[in-house]
């Protein structure tokens, strides 16, 4: 009995140090890869709507998150106001701009 107690305690031995470091190089490479698929195009969109939002300009024709399109009558530090039809202003945060239109896009719809 003493035999096989002391044959199991000796087959159970250490792993080797190589699955470790193996292991450490597969979560740098997942968190690399993560940061390039995820991480950078996230904070490159970011960026790109953050410039946009401080780029308004008053008489500028904008399309909304919410699909309504308007021309800018007043802005101020937050807020923005849009004329979506004649005596119809609506007043929106200026985060919830999309995108910029093209001068004359609202006359041509």
Not at 62 to 71: A, E, P, Q
Not at 79 to 92: G, I, M, P, R, S
Request: hydrophobic fraction near 45%; proline fraction near 3%.
């Amino acid at each position: 009995m003493n035999f096989i107690s002391s044959a199991h305690a000796q087959a159970a031995g250490q792993a080797p140090q190589e699955a470790g470091i193996m292991q450490l190089v597969l979560m740098v490479g997942l968190f690399v890869m993560f940061y390039f698929i995820a991480i950078r195009p996230q904070r490159k969109r970011q960026k790109e709507h953050q410039e946009l939002v401080t780029n308004l300009a008053k008489g500028d024709e904008v399309i909304t998150t919410s699909g309504i399109l308007g021309k800018i009558n007043k802005l101020d530090d937050n807020y923005l106001t849009l004329q979506v039809a004649d005596n119809v202003e609506l007043k929106f945060q200026k985060a919830s701009i999309h995108a910029v239109l093209p001068k004359g896009t609202l006359k041509s719809i």
